[in-house]
């Protein structure tokens, strides 16, 4: 079942803060985040398993609520770089990966 | 250490054709997962492989099918192609099955079908 992103897309000016949210209606084991540029394949950015860790990159940090089923990626003082399709992967203990529809990113100057 | 790779890049079919994609994997690792990624339906899981084996098959017809080959190298087939097969083929690869592994992404095969 494949997971449900929000939003669908966001615009942001530089500095700006972000929060993309991935949610399940399954249990899940495991929440993969990636970044997609425009005609470039997806990049891995972090792996969170149930516990509700929290784990960050840079300013870029996700936790993860496994009794609500949830994940959230928090992007604070965003970057150009930034700008992408972001793509959370859920797995529920049986290495089937399902990502969610993506949510478009874009930081303006 | 390279990448993963894919070939080809681009490709163009006719509808009834069948087509064969190919995925080389970062070297030592073993997991292969194909996906499918059309405009607004983000990344649909196809199938993975792991020593050989098909450990996943996601919800795609039987005309889509694959392998992997003993040093990893995977490929898929698509057979009677159709208009809605047009997308972007992804594999990734990782070191092993599990939890901890992340994917690690091709630039993938634009397939487009007339």
């Known amino acids: 079942q494949q997971p449900v992103q929000s939003p669908q897309a966001v615009i942001l000016r530089e500095g700006e803060d972000a929060v993309i949210n991935c949610s399940s209606s399954k249990a899940l084991y495991s929440v993969h985040w990636y970044r997609q540029k425009h005609g470039e394949a997806p990049v ?35 970057q150009l770089s930034y700008s992408g399709t972001y793509f959370c992967g859920t797995e529920f203990g049986n290495n089937d990966m399902r990502f969610g529809a993506g949510t478009r990113l874009t930081v303006k100057p | ?59 795609f017809p039987g005309r889509f099918s694959g392998r992997q080959f003993s040093n990893s190298r ?12 047009s997308a972007l083929y992804l594999c990734a690869s990782s070191l092993g099955r599990g939890l901890t592994y992340e994917q690690y992404f091709g630039p993938g095969t634009r397939l487009t079908v007339t």
């Not at chain 2, 995977?74 to 097969?85: F, K, Q």
């Open chain 2, 1 to 59: 250490k390279a990448g993963v790779t894919q070939t080809p890049r681009y490709l163009i079919k006719t509808r009834g054709q069948q087509v064969t994609l190919s995925c080389s994997p970062i070297s030592g690792h073993r997991s292969v997962s194909w996906y499918q990624q059309t405009p607004g339906q983000g990344l649909q899981f196809l199938f993975e492989y792991f020593s050989e084996t098909q450990r996943n098959k996601g919800n």
């Open chain 2, 74 to 85: 995977s490929e898929m087939n698509v057979s009677t192609l159709e208009l809605g097969d």
């Open chain 1, 44 to 78: 891995f950015l972090m792996i969170l398993l149930k516990g509700g860790e929290q784990k960050g990159h840079e300013k870029i940090s996700a936790s993860f609520n496994e009794k609500k089923q949830q994940s959230s990626l928090y992007l604070t003082a965003s």
